[in-house]
Each structure stands twice: as C-alpha cells, then as structure tokens.
C-alpha cells in the first residue's frame, strides 16, 4: 500500500491554527532589523552569500514563531490571562 507523503501543517500566518507565537513584541522588532541589516550585506558590502542567513531572523521576526523556543518551551511572549 502507497501513503500519502503530504503532510498538512496545522498553521496559518494569520495566527491561526495550533503553533502558538513564542516571541514578543521588542525582539520580533529586533530580529525584523537584524534580518535586514544581515541581508543587505548580500546586495551592499560584503556580497555574501552567506548573508542570506538574514533570512532566518527576518522570518521568525515577522510570524512571530521560533522552532527552537517551542522545542525547549522558550516564549518571550507575555502571557495574557
């Protein structure tokens, strides 16, 4: 019998879905900057590749996510109750 390798991901970028975000709000800011700043290294200066590793920070600063603060239960979030 053949499976289905599709796997549906359970998360919308609209905040939806069961990921919760794990980052607050002065270091998605933070990490939105620096992405920048390490990205336009690839285009400005140095013309690295290696500074598309920009992109990284750039991505967990604007969904608000980061797969290695959920894998150790790491949240800078405030907790609302």
Known sequence: MVRSAIV???H???G???VKKNIGG???IARVVLGLVILS???I???SA???LGLVPLATGLIGW???YALFGFSTCKEYK
């Open 8 to 10: 549906k991901v359970p």
């Open 12 to 14: 919308s970028f609209t």
């Open 16 to 18: 939806g879905g069961n």
């Open 26 to 28: 002065v270091e998605r």
């Open 41 to 43: 290294m690839a285009f």
């Open 45 to 47: 200066g140095p013309k």
């Open 50 to 52: 290696w500074a598309y």
């Open 66 to 68: 980061c797969p290695p």
